[in-house]
């Protein structure tokens, strides 16, 4: 069974900084891109932040320079660090895998909420 479970949401002051952790079981993780998304109350879902197999990384403009999205093939486990966090980063964030054209998984997301 296929599972991604996504934890270190929380509330967190305008500046400050949070964590979010992407566990991945049931599939060969060291072989999978991962992405992260994040949806916004009445937004479009939107891709934030990536890294492959080979660990080549890519941003958002919004985040470029704030997040760092990592991978720990040891522990299945993708992260993404957020720094200098504002109230316009508060949504729900995502991580997905897809591993064919139409085979795609997704957690079940966490909540980031910024404060001003």
């Known amino acids: 069974q296929v599972q991604l479970v996504e934890s270190g949401g929380g509330l967190v002051q305008a500046g400050g900084s949070l964590r979010l952790s992407c566990v991945v079981s049931?599939?060969?993780?060291?072989?999978?891109?991962i992405n992260w998304h994040r949806q916004a109350p009445g937004k479009q879902r939107e891709l934030v932040a990536g890294?492959?197999?080979?660990?080549?990384?890519n941003y958002s403009d919004s985040v470029k320079g704030r997040f760092t999205i990592s991978r720990d093939n040891a522990r299945n486990t993708v992260y993404l660090q957020m720094n200098s966090l504002t109230p316009e980063d508060t949504a729900v964030y995502y991580c997905?895998?897809?591993?064919?054209?139409?085979?795609?998984?997704w957690g079940q997301g966490t909540q980031v909420t910024v404060s001003s």
């Open positions: 049931g599939l060969t993780f060291r072989i999978l891109n």
């Open positions: 997905n895998t897809k591993v064919t054209f139409s085979t795609e998984y």
């Open positions: 890294i492959s197999r080979y660990y080549i990384t």
